[in-house]
Every structure is written in C-alpha cells, then in structure tokens.
C-alpha cells in the first residue's frame, strides 16, 4: 500500500504550524523575521537597481538617437592648395552631389531616411556673454525629422519659423540670457580668405526656437541653421559636410556599415552612434553585470539566515519529530516539512521583495525630486551625468531573475537544516522526554 504523495496538505499544514510565532520559540520566530525581512529588502534593492540601470541607459540613448543621426557618412580630408600663398594644408572632405548621394544612400534596405548636412563650430554671442557652439546646417524637413528637437512639450517658439532665423538649446539659451525673438551674434573662425589670411565671419541671427533634447551637452552647445545660410556662412556652397543616416533599427546599426560605405564611392567613411558610445554603453553593461553579483551576494547573506532559523528550530522540535517519526513519518515527509519551513520564508520574502521593488522603481522620480529637494539641488547633476532625470524602466526579464535568483538561493540553503532533521534518530530524540 503507497503512502501519502509528496507535499502533501498535512505536511503544509505541519510546515506552516512550525512558523507561527509562539511564546516559548521567540528565537526562531525573530530569525523567521529576519530572514524574511532581509531577503525582502535583498530582492527589493536588486529589482529597483536594474530598474533604474535599465532606465538609464534607456534615457541615455534615446537622447542620443532623438537629436543624433544613426550613423554619419562623410569623405575622407582633402589636400587644398592657398590660391594666394600657394601653401598646401588639409581640409575636411566634401559631399559635392550630396543630393544624389542621400538619395542613393535611403535607397538601401533597413534605410529609413537621410539628410545632408553643414556642421561648422563658432561662437555665441548676447547680452555680454558668450559661449561656443556647433552649428548644424539643416533643412525644416530634417529638423522636423527629429523627435527630441521638436517635442512640443520641451521647447519654445515655432519651429516653422525656422527659415527665417536659428534654433538654439535651451542651455544656450540660459547662458546668454536669450528668447525668442532676440538677436544672437554667431563668430566662424573659417570665414573669408584674403592674400592676408582669412578673417572671421560675423553675422546676428534672430532666435526663433528654443529647444531641449534632454541632453545637458546638446543643449549647452547645438544651434540649427537652415542648410542654405549655413552654406553661404561657412563657405560650402553647393557641398555638404556629411549625410546623416537613420536606419530602422539603431541597436543593429552596424549591419549597415558595409553597405553605406559600397553605396557612398571611393574615399567615403562612416562613423555610427556606436562609435561615438560605444565604450561608454559598454562600461553601463559591465556595471550591470557588476551591479547584480553585487546585489546577489546580498540576497544570498539573507537567505543564510533562513539556515540559522531551520536549524533552531529543528533543535527545539526534537520531541515532536520523534513523535512524527513514530506515527509513521518516513525521513522524506520529515525532510519536506523543514524544507518548506524554509521555502515559506523565502516565497514570502520574495514577494514582499518585489512588491517594495516595483513601488521604488515607479516613484524614483518622486524620490529623487524629494532628495535633491534636500540636498539643495546636489543629488542630480545634469552636467555630470548628461542628462537631465534619474529613470527607472521595469522588465520583465529583471523581475524574473531576481525572483528566480531569491528562491533558488532559498531553497538551497533550506536543504541542510532539512536533511538533518529528516535524519534525526526519533529513540534518541523521545530518550529525555
């Protein structure tokens, strides 16, 4: 005749009976506390870190792929030669038929749209301040384009207005005291060449636009001219400097590297987003990677606590497993009574644990806000970190394994403290009582 299924209701039962707190077993129900409590907060720290890292890398590059292109493709430098000294130096190279070749470069599978564009760096000036810039030729199509530049939400002033005048970052802005509206003085070093030299250009613009891209550097350095006066500013007429590329699926970008550079000719290169951070989102990875053994490693100390309790309590219910093994409770029923003392102690943990995480994760921002609050606005430096809020981002995949890591580390550690009372001689135990 077979016995009862394993985990069977009564051995539930006996489990649960085991762990409710009783006068004379105050040690093991403080260590049943304690180890609940620190796998709680062991699970809830891991949860609400991978959040936040996840949520910051989420945030780092959609600012970087909202205001940037994909992937850049532009020619190799050029020998020139001075018409008037006859010295021979190294200048950028140019895209003379760019229409054609941003035409050739969309016609590439995966390629969602191209732009050509003027880049130059100059000076800023307003107000009795100024600041240095990088100016961005572009169209009102390409601007338009480009979802952190255009967010109704972060910026000022029409952007249809664009042709008519610049747009400029909000950290510009700040800096020189602008608005739209005013007048900013734009210096290019790179202006009109003479037998005596070149000779800056200097011309004002009207600010028509002010925008943020959530990045503390493009909002601090970027300004956008419409494609037609930043050629005539910088000397490029009928050229362009690059061509931005914007592919479908910017996390697969170098996919696309070989093809552009076959479809852009001779002398072309390519630079992606990977490239310019590339080390940066890898030193994020890294740290993930760090961040979870670290945090693993606090779990596990939480869990040994549940050793520490098993074994108590085991030493205190010496009378009553002589009893059950006398019943009839063969070694197995006896083990898994123990071992689901144990895993009680973890399961209930681990829920806590992710409840407190998930709640932490979804107001991170609230409690930033209430930190820097008091810290007098010191818990977050935007031009430290780049951009200009603390994120968290909760996945699935995050959840799982913290929960999955929380209960295997608990349930290993039970086995011990079970297998010792499954082991325990009921004579020996009932010889005293």
């Not at 255009?150 to 005291?177: C, M, Y």
């Not at 959840?399 to 011990?416: D, H, N, P």
């Amino acid at each position: 005749m077979s016995g009862p299924a394993p985990f069977s209701r009564y051995e539930f039962m006996i489990a649960w009976r085991y762990l409710r707190a009783r006068r004379t077993e105050g040690g093991v129900s403080v260590m049943t506390w304690i180890s609940l409590i620190g796998i709680a907060l062991g699970v809830m720290a891991l949860i609400a870190t991978l959040a936040v890292r996840a949520g910051f890398r989420a945030e780092f590059v959609d600012t970087i792929l909202g205001a940037n292109a994909h992937t850049t493709v532009y020619m190799a430098p050029e020998r020139v030669e001075n018409e008037f000294t006859d010295d021979v130096y190294v200048v950028p190279g140019r895209i003379r038929d760019y229409d054609a070749m941003a035409a050739t470069l969309a016609d590439i599978p995966g390629v969602v749209r191209t732009a050509p564009v003027i880049r130059g760096q100059v000076m800023a000036s307003a107000n009795d301040a100024s600041n240095v810039a990088e100016v961005y030729g572009v169209t009102l199509d390409d601007l338009k384009a480009m979802p952190r530049i255009v967010d109704p939400a972060t910026s000022a002033g029409d952007v249809d207005d664009f042709e008519s005048g610049i747009a400029i970052g909000s950290g510009i802005a700040r800096e020189l005291n602008l608005g739209i509206g005013d007048r900013v003085r734009l210096i290019a070093p790179e202006g009109a060449r003479t037998a005596f030299g070149t000779t800056p250009r200097v011309n004002a613009y009207q600010v028509v636009y002010v925008f943020s891209a959530g990045r503390y550097d493009i909002d601090r350095t970027r300004i956008y001219m419409p494609m037609a006066e930043a050629q005539s500013y910088f000397n490029r007429e009928g050229v362009a400097d690059e061509i931005e590329v914007f592919v479908d699926d910017p996390e697969r970008v170098d996919d696309w590297m070989l093809p552009l550079l076959r479809a852009a000719g001779e002398g072309a290169q390519v630079w992606s987003w990977r490239d310019a951070s590339g080390s940066f989102l890898s030193a994020l990875d890294m740290e993930d990677d760090v961040m979870f053994v670290t945090l693993s490693v606090l779990v596990l100390i939480a869990s040994m606590n549940i050793t520490s309790g098993l074994i108590m309590l085991v030493k205190n219910k010496g009378r009553d497993i002589g009893i059950l093994r006398t019943m009839g409770l063969t070694e197995g029923a006896v083990l898994r009574v123990f071992f689901l003392c144990g895993a009680f102690t973890g399961v209930i943990g681990t829920i806590a644990g992710v409840v407190l995480g998930v709640l932490l994760a979804l107001n991170v921002d609230g409690i930033m806000a209430g930190i820097d609050a008091l810290t007098g606005g010191g818990a977050w430096q935007p031009e430290v970190r780049g951009i200009y809020r603390l994120p968290a981002e909760l996945r699935a995949w995050d959840i799982l394994r913290a929960v999955a890591l929380s209960l295997t580390l608990s349930f290993i550690v039970t086995i011990f403290p079970a297998r010792r009372a499954a082991r325990m001689n009921p004579v020996e135990a009932l010889r005293y009582e």
